[in-house]
């Protein structure tokens, strides 16, 4: 409404107000993009991926629309506000792209690698060990070592392969489902994928367990296959023992050392309760828990012990 002197009641002329209005409609025409441009930051959080969950975060409003700001009004002043529609669309056309990308590696696109051949080993009726442990304390060295002296089939890395197979996913992801490192880990975990995931894990350990007598690392494996009675020994060492050793073994630094050592624990404990509902390391857990510090061929033969003991 105009004023007795030709302004609005802001206080605009008329000009002035229906520039602000043309200029709003502007600025927010593209606004709903950001809904879904938030969404796909959070779900990129969700599944251990901090570094694209912020730089979509800024994208819109730091590494687009503040040099548009600055560049556009030198075509003309008008063209200032479509700086943030112009951010709005490259953010989501950026965003999406990002997320094609992760789907086609959740997925296994005709562009990721092949997953390495693994097969269930044949075996003979005996016992099934699971190896749980702390990051650096040597679990797999000590595992691989058990194996050959059973003479059974040793499984780690193998077992990633399988997984990937059964499910249908790429092998690359399989792989980090243990070992993601992110604030929202649980709602990474109950992602459709990694359900997806455990449940082919679950399958595979059982039919490795079928075969007959193993040793298997990780993968909760002596709570998914409790049913098969396994013998379950749990792996720890000193704090300096492991930072000794992943130094010497990968020329971490002793502050790396210790930051990988903390953020590996945590994630494999948080990977076995949400697998198993039960606490990693606890005793309770456990057939056998054991320091690797006391040595690696002391601790394979504890373990001979121990299995021969419940035989």
Same mark, same amino acid.
């Given at each position: 409404?105009?004023?007795?002197?030709?302004?609005?009641?802001?206080?605009?002329?008329?000009?002035?107000?229906?520039?602000?209005?043309?200029?709003?409609?502007?600025?927010?025409?593209?606004?709903?993009?950001?809904?879904?441009?938030?969404?796909?930051? &959070?779900?990129?959080?969700?599944?251990?991926?901090?570094?694209? @969950? !912020? +730089? =979509? /975060?800024?994208? $819109?409003?730091?590494?687009?629309?503040?040099?548009?700001?600055?560049?556009?009004?030198?075509?003309?002043?008008?063209?200032?506000?479509?700086?943030?529609? &112009?951010?709005?669309?490259?953010?989501?056309?950026?965003?999406? @792209? !990002? +997320? =094609? /990308?992760?789907? $086609?590696?959740?997925?296994?696109?005709?562009?990721?690698?092949?997953?390495?051949?693994?097969?269930?080993?044949?075996?003979?009726?005996?016992?099934?060990?699971?190896?749980?442990?702390?990051?650096?304390?040597?679990?797999?060295?000590?595992?691989?070592?058990?194996?050959?002296?059973?003479?059974?089939?040793?499984?780690?890395?193998?077992?990633?392969?399988?997984?990937?197979?059964?499910?249908?996913?790429?092998?690359?992801?399989?792989?980090?489902?243990?070992?993601?490192?992110?604030?929202?880990?649980?709602?990474?975990?109950?992602?459709?994928?990694?359900?997806?995931?455990?449940?082919?894990?679950?399958?595979?350990?059982?039919?490795?367990?079928?075969?007959?007598?193993?040793?298997?690392?990780?993968?909760?494996?002596?709570?998914?296959?409790?049913?098969?009675?396994?013998?379950?020994?749990?792996?720890?060492?000193?704090?300096?023992?492991?930072?000794?050793?992943?130094?010497?073994?990968?020329?971490?630094?002793?502050?790396?050392?210790?930051?990988?050592?903390?953020?590996?624990?945590?994630?494999?404990?948080?990977?076995?309760?949400?697998?198993?509902?039960?606490?990693?390391?606890?005793?309770?857990?456990?057939?056998?828990?054991?320091?690797?510090?006391?040595?690696?061929?002391?601790?394979?033969?504890?373990?001979?012990?121990?299995?021969?003991?419940?035989?």
């Amino acid at each position: 409404m105009l004023g007795v002197f030709g302004y609005t009641e802001s206080g605009c002329s008329p000009a002035e107000f229906a520039l602000g209005i043309s200029a709003f409609r502007i600025y927010i025409g593209f606004i709903f993009l950001t809904c879904l441009v938030k969404v796909t930051s &959070i779900f990129f959080q969700a599944i251990g991926m901090p570094v694209k @969950a !912020m +730089l =979509i /975060a800024l994208m $819109r409003d730091v590494i687009f629309v503040v040099p548009l700001a600055y560049l556009l009004p030198l075509a003309s002043k008008e063209a200032f506000y479509w700086s943030a529609p &112009i951010s709005d669309v490259m953010t989501f056309i950026v965003s999406a @792209a !990002m +997320l =094609i /990308a992760v789907f $086609r590696q959740i997925s296994g696109g005709e562009d990721e690698k092949p997953a390495e051949e693994a097969a269930v080993l044949p075996s003979q009726k005996g016992v099934i060990v699971t190896i749980s442990r702390e990051h650096g304390a040597g679990g797999a060295e000590i595992a691989k070592r058990l194996a050959k002296a059973l003479g059974v089939p040793f499984y780690d890395k193998e077992v990633t392969s399988l997984i990937a197979a059964e499910s249908g996913l790429a092998q690359e992801y399989v792989d980090k489902i243990e070992t993601k490192d992110s604030a929202l880990y649980s709602l990474y975990l109950s992602t459709e994928a990694n359900r997806t995931a455990v449940a082919a894990q679950q399958k595979v350990l059982e039919k490795i367990a079928k075969e007959g007598s193993c040793v298997i690392v990780g993968r909760a494996a002596d709570h998914v296959l409790r049913d098969y009675d396994p013998y379950r020994v749990f792996i720890y060492a000193p704090l300096e023992y492991r930072k000794g050793r992943i130094m010497h073994n990968y020329g971490d630094g002793e502050d790396e050392a210790a930051e990988n050592i903390e953020k590996a624990d945590k994630r494999r404990a948080k990977f076995y309760e949400s697998v198993s509902g039960k606490t990693w390391g606890n005793r309770e857990n456990y057939d056998l828990m054991v320091d690797s510090s006391a040595g690696i061929d002391r601790v394979v033969k504890l373990i001979l012990d121990g299995i021969s003991a419940q035989a």
